[in-house]
């Protein structure tokens, strides 16, 4: 079973702009992480935010989680095409992530 | 610093065949994970190890998959007999001890006929 959703499921935009992907889940966790996965290829990490965090930077990524409403939002920057690829949000809750379905990215140059 | 290795990359078998895939961790990582990602979802935890022994295989099928990490090190991951519900990528991943972030390899993308 799968406790992230991500919204939406899938996001198409032209170079240069912002890309926002939303994660709702169930449970309380310890932390939510973030993921990227480009096709035939396995995850790569982007960022973890912890639950005692409401907000945080990497480069052109933005993270935002509100505990009280179970939910995450990750925030591309000045997209680029390199950033064509499924996001996938991770839940933690304690030695253990569950991931949702993903969103996929289509950045057009 | 070599990533997470998984081998083969892929393997095409027919149903009713056993099929093997292989992993090893990023050195030093006593943590090694074995996920399953079908088509359009996200990946979904089979095993979890700590060194050698298997901590969480509450969600392995455990009349057809086994796995094992002989020496807390590489990990092997079994199915026998394959069926064609099998057919998916599966992921190995790793990570150190106190550490939250998991490292992935490219995973095996298997399909059963």
């Known amino acids: 079973s799968q406790q992230g959703e991500e919204d939406p499921q899938a996001l198409s935009i032209q170079e240069g702009e912002n890309a926002t992907m939303n994660c709702s889940y169930k449970?309380?966790?310890?932390?939510l992480q973030w993921y990227r996965q480009n096709s035939g290829r396995g995850l790569v990490h982007l960022i973890l935010?912890?639950?005692?965090?409401r907000e945080k930077h990497s480069g052109r990524l933005r993270v935002t989680l509100d505990t009280s409403k179970k939910s995450s939002s990750l925030l591309i920057t000045a997209s680029r095409a390199a950033d064509t690829a499924s996001y996938f949000c991770?839940?933690?809750?304690?030695?253990?992530?569950?991931f949702g379905a993903g969103t996929i990215l289509r950045v057009k140059s | 610093e070599a990533g997470v290795v998984q081998s083969p990359r892929y393997k095409i078998i027919e149903k009713k065949q056993p099929v093997a895939f292989w992993c090893n961790p990023i050195?030093?990582?006593?943590?090694l994970y074995w996920y399953l990602q079908n088509l359009g979802q996200g990946p979904e935890l089979l095993i979890r190890?700590?060194?050698?022994?298997?901590?969480?295989d509450s969600q392995l099928p455990k009349d057809r998959f086994s796995a094992e990490r002989l020496k807390g090190v590489d990990s092997t991951l079994k199915i026998q007999p394959a069926e064609l519900g099998d057919s998916a990528v599966y992921l190995c991943?790793?990570?150190?001890?106190?550490?939250?972030?998991?490292?992935f390899g490219p995973g095996t993308r298997l399909t059963v006929l």
């Open positions: 991943a790793s990570s150190s001890g106190g550490q939250d972030t998991q490292y």
């Open positions: 449970t309380s966790i310890n932390n």
């Open positions: 935010i912890r639950s005692n965090e």
């Open positions: 991770a839940t933690d809750s304690g030695n253990k992530l569950v």
């Open positions: 050195s030093g990582h006593n943590t």
């Open positions: 190890y700590e060194n050698e022994e298997a901590v969480d």
